[in-house]
């Protein structure tokens, strides 16, 4: 028989739906596995999987199920594009952006079509995979098209003369082009969510915010880089000068050296070619770069 512990801990047990598959099915197992969560791939059960912390699973799911899958709390948290969330319409509250998978829903048609705006398609063919998307765009542009939904390769339907335009998920264009397909107006951003059931944010609130707390840090550190040097202290005006700390360098002291300073701080990792030539011209000696896997404000 469970004690009051064991229960209390059960009760407190999330389920975390993912991709199974797509864009952002592999983006998102690293930022889990960098959170320190990971995922233990030796279960016994394929859709549901378990994490290093027993009181954390991964259920594997359809992107464009996982809203609703967490909307009817089958699962507690998620993570999905937010066009699947502005598509399925559910119920959900959106915790956090992780920032990746970013992409724009498009309207595009045929290069060198007689079609310019979207107006131009009353009455005409528009293929989509987001049908709850599309029909929302037009009813608020006031125009009435025959959407056409598809489950695939939504750029080829023009050339096939399946339709008239499509609206379709873009992110680089490249796709678009190939298909000699040209945007015409941009119907949604959109981008990788944390997402959140209503209840169980209030009912499981302590351990969705370890989990929520775990992933942004993660998403805080991407680009950041850890830089230490020793300095002299008749220099270290100049080197809090030259760089841009997250909220200042840290500064302490050299036990070996009461002339000497160890300066630490968090700069974006694109800026760090300059400024390590910036402050060994200034006087830095001893400089090291490490990286950063998780950073919590």
């Known amino acids: 028989m469970s004690n009051d512990k064991d229960t209390q801990i059960l009760s407190h047990a999330i389920r975390l739906a993912i991709p199974n598959k797509g864009r952002i099915a592999e983006p998102i197992r ?10 233990v791939e030796n279960s016994d059960r394929s859709l549901i999987v378990k994490t290093r912390d027993p009181h954390v699973e991964i259920l594997y799911a359809r992107p464009i199920d996982i809203p609703e899958y967490v909307a009817t709390g ?3 948290l998620g993570i999905t594009g937010h066009d699947m969330v502005v598509e399925r319409g559910s119920e959900i509250i959106e915790l956090l952006n992780l920032g990746f998978g970013r992409a724009t829903v498009v309207l595009a048609v045929p290069e060198k079509s007689t079609y310019k ?13 987001f049908p709850a998307i599309t029909r929302k765009y037009f009813k608020k542009n006031g ?24 609206v379709d998920l873009s992110s680089s264009g ?9 945007v015409i107006d941009k119907v949604l951003e959109t981008s990788t969510f944390l997402i959140g059931n209503k209840q169980s944010c209030l009912s499981k609130k302590e351990k969705i ?5 775990a992933l942004e840090s993660v998403i805080n550190a991407r680009g950041k880089c850890y830089l230490m040097m020793n300095v002299e202290r008749s220099g270290l005006d100049q080197i809090k000068d030259i ?41 830095a000696r001893d400089i090291l770069v490490m990286s950063i896997e998780r950073l919590i404000h």
């Open 30 to 39: 690293d930022l889990i596995e960098k959170s320190g969560l990971g995922i």
């Open 74 to 76: 089958v699962a507690d």
């Open 117 to 129: 705006t979207v107006t131009d398609l009353e009455g005409k063919r528009v293929s989509t995979e």
């Open 143 to 166: 125009v009435k098209p025959i959407i056409v939904p598809v489950g695939g390769a939504c750029e080829a339907t023009p050339h096939l003369g399946i339709s008239d335009a499509i």
């Open 174 to 182: 490249t796709t678009l082009r190939q298909n000699r397909l040209e």
């Open 209 to 213: 915010d370890e989990v929520h707390l």
């Open 243 to 283: 760089i841009p700390g997250l909220s200042g360098p840290t500064v302490m002291e050299v036990a070996s050296r009461p002339d000497m300073v160890a300066v630490h701080v968090v700069v974006d990792a694109e800026k760090v070619y300059q400024l390590i030539n910036k402050v060994k011209q200034a006087g």
